[in-house]
């Protein structure tokens, strides 16, 4: 990491200094002072932003765990700031995915100054006229959030394929995910929840609606960990998921809903049985979120947010996740730096994962036990 104003940097560091110059700059009027570890891991950060910027970064999930106030969000408005004034960059699109409406007004409005080179696009028009200075596919700066590309990603394909997100004629080259990334997502269905859906399948649908009754019957009385295998409910309803979807006459946002989303999408899996002692027998499963084919992206995660895998739901059942999560996690991540706590949790390959590591206390044999690892 050089020093900056010290040497001039090369054309494929451009970027990375500018930004990290901003970056120190701001840093020094509001009296900050970030530890040497957190300025690498943020150098870091900004080194695999250009990487994707000039198609060079390698297609994994970069994760970087960083502690709250660290400037991590400040570091990603001087990248967009850079790369908008980057003469060579005029095509290379970037999108930032954030978890709240509010983070993407927030973010839109530190990023005034570039206005017309941005553009929000969430589920709010009023949000998106107020905050945006262009249109989405001519705005080379995207704010959107988590669940819109979620639910496009569900509903629509491949993340390449959503033209919407385009710039320039291509999937917009940086991504950067802010926190509460997972390549997979919880499916529990339970068996009295699965029973009520047979009545507004029976008359569109009868043959699957007989095979949800059935499936509801195995469940009741049938030991944990018990696997199950579902068959193709898209056979059996004679019809695309989706159309079987929106053909059963449930209303959208409502809990009966969401549940056939989910059974739908277990189709021809083979599942395990889950109880939590309350609520009875469910499907337990994971569903891939299709946000690993976003790869590379950049995600900035919250130190200590690796749950420890575990074969036992909770009382709602969520608990379950944290094992196919944290399994699928293992073949997907590139590096993370930090200090965080969260950084060591994801060591679970059983090397270094950042050029700041070594600097790192390593955890007690005893913690790495108790955390799984």
């Known amino acids: 990491m050089p020093d900056v104003g010290r040497e001039a940097a090369p054309p494929e560091k451009r970027l990375t200094q500018e930004a990290f110059g901003r970056w120190q700059a701001a840093n020094a ?24 910027a000039r198609e060079r970064a390698a297609a994994k999930v970069f994760l970087s765990s960083l502690d709250p106030g660290v400037g991590k969000t400040q570091a990603v408005i001087h990248f967009a700031r850079s790369l908008v004034a980057a003469q060579d960059c005029r095509e290379v699109g970037m ?10 007004e927030e973010l839109a409005q530190a990023l005034a100054d570039v206005r017309e080179a941005l553009a929000v696009y969430v589920s709010d028009p009023k949000v998106n006229e107020t905050n945006s200075g262009a249109e989405p596919g001519q705005a080379q700066i995207l704010i959107t959030t988590q669940q819109m590309i979620e639910r496009r990603l569900r509903h629509s394909g491949t993340f390449h394929s959503l033209a919407e997100f385009h710039y ?3 999937p917009r080259m940086v991504r950067v995910w802010d926190e509460a990334w997972l390549p997979g997502e919880p499916i529990t269905v339970g068996r009295r929840a699965a029973l009520g859906l047979a009545d507004p399948l029976q008359r569109r649908f009868p043959k699957l609606a007989d095979e949800v009754e059935n499936i509801a019957s195995r469940l009741n009385g049938a030991a944990r960990g018990t696997l199950v295998d579902l068959p193709d409910f898209e056979a059996l309803g004679g019809e695309p998921a989706l159309s079987i979807l929106e053909g059963a006459g449930l209303e959208k946002r409502q809990s009966g809903y ?10 021809g899996q083979t599942v395990r049985i889950g109880h939590d002692g309350q609520l009875g027998e469910a499907l337990v499963s994971y569903a891939d979120s299709g946000t690993a084919e976003m790869a590379p ?15 036992t739901p909770n009382r709602s059942g969520s608990a379950w996740s944290a094992f196919p999560v944290l399994k699928r996690t293992t073949s997907l991540c590139g590096w993370a730096f930090g200090a965080g706590q969260g950084a060591r949790t994801f060591s679970i390959t059983r090397r270094p994962v950042s050029p ?3 600097a790192l206390p390593r955890r007690s044999e005893a913690s790495r036990t108790r955390h799984g690892l």
Not at 29 to 52: C, F, S, V, Y
Not at 258 to 267: I, V, Y
Not at 297 to 311: Q, S
């Open 95 to 104: 999108m930032i995915l954030v978890g709240r409406v509010h983070e993407a």
């Open 297 to 311: 992206c950049w995600c900035w995660m919250r130190p200590g947010g690796c749950a420890r895998p575990t074969d």
């Open 356 to 358: 700041c590591w070594r």
């Open 29 to 52: 009027l509001n009296g900050h002072r970030p530890g040497p570890q957190h300025t690498k891991a943020i150098w870091a950060a900004l080194q695999t932003m250009e990487d994707m």
């Open 258 to 267: 969401d549940l056939l989303a989910k059974l739908l999408r277990l189709s």
């Open 168 to 170: 320039a004629g291509r």
